[in-house]
């Protein structure tokens, strides 16, 4: 199984910060790599996919890089609704892994 | 608008078998896997497995001993069943829409049920 690093697991952030989230992989997987966003007692959001595109409906304030074993995600500048925990996500090869969570607070 | 939405009991004793159902409305069902993913408290997420509406599945190997998923496409459902369930498969579990076959970019997702093993 490829497993997933993300870092930090937790991060303190203001509004209008730029924040960013790093994961990491354990073998390359070239650009299949997505983000998603969880809120409690809601629908996980699809952020980022293949490391750097936009989901339609996404704010273009969220960004993706990366390709091979690292990659990140921006928020150029937090909203107050952007406080909840992000995963990234493997697509490359079976079983699909996800990263253990970075929780952004307030 | 895609909308799934998860079902079932929310608690079971340990060895009962875990049945959850996925209503899927707003989508074309045939043209996507749809998966079971889930989320221990304080951990991260796993994926379960996905279902195709010709019942071809594929499913984690951590979980396949356990796992069974079918579909019902005359009323754009499918279902998880897990075996012999242990307080350690106490989760939510959502219900999510692959974009297309086997890109396993989930684009859509149900808002997740908190199913609890106790005895």
């Known amino acids: 199984d490829i497993q997933m690093t993300q870092s930090p697991s937790s991060l303190s952030a203001s509004v209008g910060d730029r924040v960013t989230i790093t994961c990491r992989t354990s073998q390359t997987i070239g650009p299949y790599l997505n983000w998603y966003q969880l809120k409690p007692g809601k629908a996980p959001n699809l952020l980022i996919y293949t490391a750097s595109s936009l989901q339609s409906g996404v704010p273009s304030r969220f960004s993706g890089s990366g390709s091979g074993t690292d990659f990140t995600l921006t928020i150029s500048s937090l909203q107050p609704e952007d406080f909840a925990t992000y995963y990234c996500q493997q697509s490359y090869s079976n079983p699909i892994t996800f990263g253990q969570g970075t929780r952004l607070e307030i | 608008q895609v909308q799934l939405q998860e079902s079932g009991p929310g608690l079971l004793k340990p060895s009962e078998t875990l049945s959850l159902t996925c209503s899927v409305s707003g989508s074309s069902f045939r043209s996507h896997y749809w998966n079971w993913i889930r989320q221990p408290p304080g951990k991260g997420l796993e994926w379960i497995g996905y279902?195709?509406?010709?019942?071809?599945?594929n499913y984690n190997p951590s979980l396949k001993s356990r796992v069974t998923m079918s579909v019902d496409t005359s009323r754009n459902q499918f279902s998880l069943k897990l075996s012999s369930v242990t307080a350690a498969d106490t989760a939510v579990y959502y219900c999510?829409?692959?974009?297309?076959?086997?890109?396993?970019?989930?684009?859509?997702w149900g808002q997740g049920t908190l199913v609890t093993v106790s005895s």
């Open positions: 999510a829409r692959d974009e297309g076959s086997g890109t396993y970019l989930f684009d859509n």
């Open positions: 279902i195709y509406y010709s019942g071809s599945s």
